[in-house]
């Protein structure tokens, strides 16, 4: 059974298109996570949400827009998709916020073309 | 700016051998320090974390050890097995983990048999 899954594994689109990546965890966790890692390799945060709420937006363009319909999921909405938008997205999960380990999905590789 | 710095991209160790991967962090409110292991096409898995009130923590072959007045922090595997081969990321977060974890770029470690 996968704790944290994420689907599409890979989207490849067109500048300019909208798109979702959906998340899924059933560990019971609080909190899920959106993390992007670019060209440089660097795992970056993007979003965390507790209990369906909005705890943190790293400095993340609007047209990125989460959602969380309930605790166990978290989708990933990006609209007008730019070249620079190409990286692997990475949600994952944690019982609380922060402090405790992170599980992680298997990540989403993203191409704009 | 990296506030969390892996200066080496990769480590080639022999299998049976100790392999030392490095990490060293600018921020000197960082606290609270983990370590994840990745394979390829899988999200990043927890292996081993410290706080900074302590300067060791050990789980079976895997041992970090943290100098704060360096800031740096080191992950010991003792034997390498070839099944070690991954990119390892060293992550912190401050006000005792209840920040968002910033990771560094990876270390890739082959162990080779």
């Known amino acids: 059974d996968t704790a944290v899954s994420q689907t599409p594994k890979y989207l490849v689109t067109q500048m300019g298109n909208d798109k979702s990546i959906k998340c899924e965890q059933n560990?019971?966790?609080?909190?899920m996570y959106w993390y992007k890692q670019d060209s440089k390799k660097f795992l970056k945060i993007m979003f965390s949400?507790?209990?369906?709420?909005?705890?943190i937006n790293e400095t993340v363009p609007n047209r990125f827009s989460p959602k969380s319909p309930d605790k166990a999921h978290l989708n990933l909405h990006i609209n007008s998709l730019e070249l620079g938008d190409s990286a692997v997205y990475f949600c994952?999960?944690?019982?609380?916020?922060?402090?405790?380990?992170?599980?992680f999905g298997a990540g989403t590789r993203l191409s704009v073309l | 700016d990296q506030q969390v710095k892996q200066n080496s991209p990769s480590l080639s160790v022999q299998e049976g051998r100790i392999s030392i991967l490095n990490c060293d962090y600018t921020?000197?409110?960082?606290?609270?320090f983990l370590w994840y292991k990745k394979y390829p096409a899988e999200g990043p898995t927890f292996l081993i974390s410290?706080?900074?009130?302590?300067d060791k923590n050990e789980d079976g072959r895997f041992t970090v050890f943290l100098n704060k007045s360096a800031k740096h922090l080191s992950l010991h595997i003792v034997p390498s097995q070839p099944g070690d081969s991954a990119v390892y990321f060293c992550?912190?977060?401050?006000?005792?983990?209840?920040?968002?974890?910033?990771f560094g770029k990876g270390t890739r470690l082959s162990v080779i048999a």
């Open positions: 560990l019971g966790h609080d909190t």
């Open positions: 994952a999960s944690s019982l609380r916020t922060f402090k405790n380990i992170q599980y």
């Open positions: 410290i706080s900074s009130i302590k």
């Open positions: 992550a912190a977060s401050s006000n005792s983990g209840n920040t968002p974890l910033v």
């Open positions: 949400y507790n209990n369906k709420e909005l705890i």
């Open positions: 921020n000197s409110m960082f606290d609270y």
